[in-house]
């Protein structure tokens, strides 16, 4: 990976954007495509959408969510001790010892996730584990609740405190790789779509980029851009469960392996000719990919392009990923370069004009 594309990925990593709050994110993927994109802008709920050639005869829409999960301020007792409420998917048995900070009105706010010691808890409680989130109280070291609140308002938002650290054979862990690793394939497929215009190839078609919001809470994001957009076809980029680690499931998800390449999702959701074309570009290419049968479509935001307006033939590519909704998911960072140019490979090869769905 280029040192200019890691960069941008590890800086986007490191924004702060609990879903719902994606602004910061959003703020490093405009600056990269300044200079790329034909069109950048924000929309009434965040998503930000970045354009290549706008006045083409059909539109793509390429999909990632810049979203995370994280937490938001519920309750704060008399003592100044702050408890939550997840914002997203929260796996709560991962959260004892764990740092957090928040968004405060102030600049941010450090603390801790705090829980009665081992030492301390009875036999049955150890057996039982944490159940829920007020289980655990955030600590920020404040003397009572007037303090706490002064710098972490009631419904203030904050995330797990981790950041990136790069591992052996290219693997990179990470809080938030789902699915900032999402938007930069497709804001890098963006990217090289342009370099490849200015040397008289790239797309015949429009490109619309989109970095969404709130997919972790209901998809939102991809919902009202497709709406918007009206895309002719979509691609969606998120993360799927790598199978590969020894709490891998591969009857449930297939056999999925971290550098094995991107996976491409099949199946009654996405669109056969689209799919037919993702896997010709990656046989040009001579790219690895695994195929990711899919019995349903729901849960990502291809889900939501799918059934916008009338319906729009879509595809799914993943990324494949360890440790999913933890502070240290775990990715290939060539898996992650190869899903950007397959995407932007699948993008050139498009006619000018296309129909996909079924015929008659």
Not at 144 to 167: F, K, M, Q, S, Y
Not at 249 to 272: L, M, R
Request: aromatic content about 6%; charged content about 25%.
């Amino acid at each position: 990976m280029q040192e200019k594309s890691k960069l941008f990925l590890k800086t986007l990593c490191e924004s702060v954007t609990p879903t719902g709050y994606e602004l910061p994110g959003q703020r490093v993927v405009a600056e990269y495509l300044k200079g790329s994109a034909d069109e950048i802008k924000l929309d009434a709920h965040g998503n930000l959408h970045c354009v290549l050639n706008p006045g083409a005869k059909r539109r793509v829409m390429l999909d990632g969510h810049c979203d995370e999960i994280g937490f938001i301020v519920q309750y704060i007792d008399k003592d100044g001790f702050i408890y939550v409420q997840p914002l997203g998917g929260i796996n709560v048995q991962l959260l004892g010892g764990e740092r957090v900070v928040f968004m405060g009105p102030q600049g941010a706010v450090p603390g801790v996730f705090g829980r009665k010691a081992i030492h301390l808890m009875t036999a049955k409680e150890r057996e039982a584990g944490a159940s829920d989130i007020s289980d655990f109280w955030v600590d920020i070291g404040a003397k009572n609740d007037t303090e706490a609140l002064e710098v972490v308002p009631l419904g203030t938002c904050g995330i797990v405190d981790e950041g990136w650290r790069e591992l052996r054979n290219g693997l990179v862990t990470c809080r938030g790789f789902d699915d900032r690793c999402g938007v930069f394939a497709v804001v890098e497929a963006l990217r090289i779509l342009a370099e490849r215009r200015k040397e008289g190839r790239g797309p015949k078609v429009a490109v619309h980029c989109v970095s969404a919001t709130q997919e972790e809470i209901g998809l939102l994001g991809a919902t009202v851009s497709a709406y918007g957009i009206a895309p002719h076809a979509g691609i969606a980029v998120d993360v799927t469960h790598a199978s590969d680690d020894p709490g891998g499931t591969p009857k449930k998800t297939s056999t999925i392996k971290i550098g094995g390449g991107p996976s491409v999702g099949i199946g009654p959701a996405f669109d056969s000719g689209l799919v037919d074309i993702i896997k010709s570009a990656a046989k040009k290419s001579e790219m690895s990919i695994q195929l990711h049968p899919h019995a349903r479509g729901n849960g990502t935001d291809a889900y939501a392009i799918r059934h916008s307006r009338a319906g729009v033939p879509v595809a799914l590519i993943s990324v494949p990923l360890r440790y999913m909704h933890s502070a240290v998911e775990l990715l290939s960072l060539d898996d992650l370069e190869k899903a950007a140019t397959l995407i932007a490979d699948t993008v050139e090869a498009l006619p000018e004009e296309f129909e996909f769905g079924p015929k008659l």
